[in-house]
């Protein structure tokens, strides 16, 4: 069992920067990849970044265009996505999610554990 927990969320303004954070506890933390994801009122859960157990490798959505940074802190069981230049169509619910194995993946079906999420507001 792994339990996730999202936080960072909040209002900024467009082109302004936020930096997500997700904490992990029970299991071995290190053997999970982590993804995010993220869902807009309306809209279907859209796949963000993920990145694997080890740190070492990483995937992100083609939305991204390399505004955002996934990266961990296997000291602090801690995965955090920076998102740079934030447009107002980012605004959503933010989910981090745990995946054991070696395969990252960008289908949020394939994730095992989910945290509560955390909201993100772009104003212009």
């Known amino acids: 069992q792994v339990q996730l927990v999202e936080s960072g969320g909040g209002l900024v303004k467009a082109e302004g920067s936020l930096r997500l954070s997700c904490v992990g506890s029970?299991?071995?933390?290190?053997?999970?990849?982590i993804g995010w994801f993220r869902q807009a009122p309306g809209k279907e859960r859209e796949f963000v970044a993920v990145?694997?157990?080890?740190?070492?490798?990483?995937n992100y959505g083609d939305f991204v265009k390399g505004r955002f940074t996934i990266s961990r802190d296997s000291a602090k069981n801690t995965v955090f996505l920076q998102m740079n230049s934030l447009k107002p169509e980012d605004t959503a619910v933010y989910y981090c999610?745990?995946?054991?194995?070696?395969?990252?993946?960008?289908?949020?079906?394939?994730?095992?554990?989910w945290g509560q999420g955390t909201q993100v507001t772009v104003s212009l």
């Open positions: 999610a745990a995946r054991s194995g070696t395969i990252l993946t960008s289908s949020q079906f394939q994730y095992n554990y």
């Open positions: 029970g299991r071995i933390f290190s053997s999970y990849a």
């Open positions: 990145i694997s157990g080890s740190g070492r490798t990483t």
